[in-house]
């Protein structure tokens, strides 16, 4: 069976400043791993996504994640947050051959802060 | 491009009646639905996997004849809960899968349908 933990459940941070949401998972297969964000009573909206090649991915409004096979891994990072990035982070994966079913973890609430 | 709609977005209904939500996929066709549940504050549980012209795949413990699905087009897959009672009240999510290329495994999602049964 495979899982998806997501270490944090809440991080407040202030503006300007960097932060790591961490994302760990366990499966017995390889897995393809994204993050989304929730806005308040939306949808989720796709970050980034690693389904090979280079381990950095980078992703949509400034936002990067790094894939750690040996410590399965897929920490989220953002250099420098704003207001607009509070809202609802979650980290899923998807099993190689499994019907394509997104796992998800519990998700991590960012709150910026001025 | 990969836009996927809900309708209704917020819901209100008496405790027995039915309601439906559509799911539509508006510049592409999706073989592959997803619907999901949300409650406050949580994750999302995926509840069944919709595939166009077959019958959905329910996940463990979700109640088939209670949650209705069908998927009757490559851009249209409804969810109808039957009977409704306060305990259903949650954020209905649906998400559709592209086939194409290295998109072949992401879900793009709807906006959500909050459904409140008094």
């Known amino acids: 069976a495979q899982s998806v933990t997501q270490l944090d459940s809440q991080v407040p941070v202030f503006e300007e400043a960097p932060v790591e949401l961490r994302c760990n998972y366990s499966?017995?297969?390889?897995?393809?791993l994204f993050w989304y964000v929730q806005y308040p009573n939306q949808g989720l909206q796709l970050l980034l996504k690693y389904l090979s090649g280079s381990t950095l991915v980078k992703g949509i409004n400034g936002f990067e994640a790094e894939f750690n096979k040996s410590q399965t891994s897929f920490h989220l990072r953002k250099p420098s947050v704003h207001i607009s990035d509070t809202a609802e982070y979650f980290c899923a994966v998807i099993p190689y051959n499994q019907g394509g079913k997104l796992i998800f973890g519990q998700g991590t609430e960012l709150s910026v802060k001025p | 491009g990969a836009v996927v709609s809900q309708h209704p977005s917020w819901v209100i209904c008496k405790s027995g009646t039915s309601v439906k939500i559509e799911c539509r996929s508006l510049d592409f066709q999706a073989t592959t639905m997803f619907w999901y549940r949300q409650f406050p504050k949580q994750s999302l549980m995926l509840m069944a996997t919709?595939?166009?012209?077959?019958?959905?795949?329910?996940e463990q413990g979700v109640e088939k004849d209670k949650f209705l699905i069908n998927h009757a087009s490559l851009t249209l897959s409804t969810l109808t809960v039957t009977s409704a009672h306060p305990e259903d009240s949650s954020f209905y999510i649906c998400s559709a899968r592209v086939l194409a290329g290295s998109s072949s495994y992401e879900q793009y999602f709807g906006p959500g349908t909050r459904l409140t049964v008094t």
């Open positions: 919709s595939n166009e012209g077959s019958k959905a795949t329910y």
């Open positions: 499966s017995s297969v390889s897995v393809y």
